[in-house]
């Protein structure tokens, strides 16, 4: 839509009558444009879609609901917190392939150019705006600039994690495949969506499976339900949890949920991968 377009911006057409705004908007770190036009988001149930860009590249994803409560008690885990919002790390392949399934109709709309003109029409080359964030709502598509460095996200605490030794299992589930003479030729990629119970003590903490929500319902993926679901009863330490759940930001031991992506390559290895932050309060 907004592909080629050039958006020219006059800091200073005249010294005389914008010279004192020409200054203050130079000194401006932050830039944002709102272009009016309307979104197809795919589902009445989502209020807007925020993507955050590294180095001009999708680095993360922001989906936030509509406040009804008869789409959000199913679709996301109850927390101690209301606010609810779905969260997509594009670093971590089960994030990237789950969110691509579900948003494929959504197109991600081309910044537009940005050219500082000063003085006489003088390009300002040193003003340099990179993109932060494209925002989509239904009436409207907002790009954000910023002159800063990267910024960093905002610490929610870390996410659930394995206390073990994910290779293993990856061994487990490769030879395990073997055994029951599955071909491999084909790369064979699920995603299932969990739960990382806190118990009342760190040594009761426990992962609890919910569904396949990427990929189908094959020898592959039911071997890797069958070795997740095994690690709640057999710990490398006695008395230990294979699993540890999140801790908030006051390090505080939180249920929430995680994806766990797994790989079946052409050659039979297998590849296991958790998400490695928690941006949100719920894991959702």
């Known amino acids: 839509m907004v592909k080629n377009l050039i958006f020219i911006l006059f800091l200073a057409l005249s010294v005389n009558t914008f010279g004192q705004t020409a ?5 401006e770190k932050y830039m944002r444009l709102t272009l009016s036009s309307k979104k197809d988001l795919g589902n009445n149930n989502i209020l807007s ?5 590294n180095a001009d590249t999708v680095s993360q994803v922001i989906v936030k609901p509509v406040d009804n409560e008869e789409y959000l008690n199913p679709e996301f885990l109850k927390g101690g917190m209301k606010q609810r919002f779905k969260y997509f790390d594009f670093g971590f392949e089960g994030d990237r392939l789950v969110f691509q399934k579900e948003f494929s109709h959504v197109e ?12 006489h029409s003088k390009l300002i080359g040193h003003h340099k705006h990179r993109l932060l964030s494209i925002s989509l709502f239904r009436d409207s598509t907002v790009f954000f600039f910023t002159t800063d460095s990267l910024l960093k996200p905002m610490f929610w605490g870390e996410p659930a994690r394995f206390n073990g030794n994910l290779g293993l299992l990856e061994t487990k589930i490769s030879k395990l495949m073997e055994d029951v003479h599955v071909e491999t030729d084909i ?13 009342e003590t760190r040594n009761q903490d426990k992962l609890q499976l919910d569904k396949l929500i990427y990929g189908e319902e094959t020898a592959f993926s039911k071997i890797v339900r069958q070795v997740l679901s095994d690690t709640n009863n057999n710990s490398d330490r006695p008395s230990h949890s294979n699993w540890v759940a999140a801790t908030n930001v006051s390090a505080r031991p939180q249920t929430t949920r995680i994806k766990i992506f797994a790989w079946l390559k052409p050659n039979g290895l297998v590849k296991l991968e958790l998400p490695s932050k928690l941006q949100n309060w719920t894991g959702d």
């Not at 200054?23 to 000194?27: F, I, V």
């Not at 879609?49 to 860009?53: A, L, W």
């Not at 709309?109 to 003085?119: D, H, Q, T, V």
């Open 23 to 27: 200054t203050d908007s130079q000194a």
């Open 187 to 199: 790369d064979s990629i699920v995603v299932f969506r969990a739960i990382v119970i806190a118990g």
């Open 49 to 53: 879609i925020h993507y955050g860009f």
């Open 108 to 119: 991600i709309p081309s910044a537009p150019r940005l050219e500082w003109l000063g003085e």
